[in-house]
């Protein structure tokens, strides 16, 4: 099982940032997927969800209306369209395979990528 984020960076408060996590190794149809992000000195956050179909998704409040989770599962990749940025955005953002048997517990991680919101 491999899960490879990408499209971190550095952006401009209120600027838009889309990361994408390519996934191997398993049925990537057969599972839902998570982003996790951490920021600096703090644990990590649950930020948004998808089930494994792609057609219901869920969101923490923290994001609500500003962030869009997708999961493509023809090209095995789920995305994570981020906007209205904030600086208390910032974190390493990871995805995660839920595990089949239990909700929100997370079997697989990838090795994130960093999001840096400031002017």
């Known amino acids: 099982v491999q899960l490879v984020e990408s499209g971190g960076g550095l952006v401009q408060p209120g600027g838009s940032l889309k990361l994408s996590c390519a996934a191997s190794?398993?049925?990537?149809?057969?599972?839902?997927m998570s982003w996790v992000r951490q920021a600096p000195g703090k644990g990590p956050e649950w930020v948004s969800g998808v089930n494994s179909g792609g057609g219901s998704t869920y969101y923490a409040d923290s994001v609500k209306g500003r962030f869009a989770i997708s999961k493509d599962n023809a090209k095995n990749t789920l995305y994570l369209q981020m906007n209205s940025l904030k600086p208390e955005d910032t974190a390493l953002y990871y995805c995660?395979?839920?595990?089949?048997?239990?909700?929100?517990?997370?079997?697989?991680w990838g090795q994130g990528t960093q999001v840096t919101v400031s002017s």
């Open positions: 190794g398993f049925t990537f149809s057969n599972y839902d």
């Open positions: 995660a395979r839920e595990d089949l048997r239990i909700s929100f517990v997370y079997d697989y």
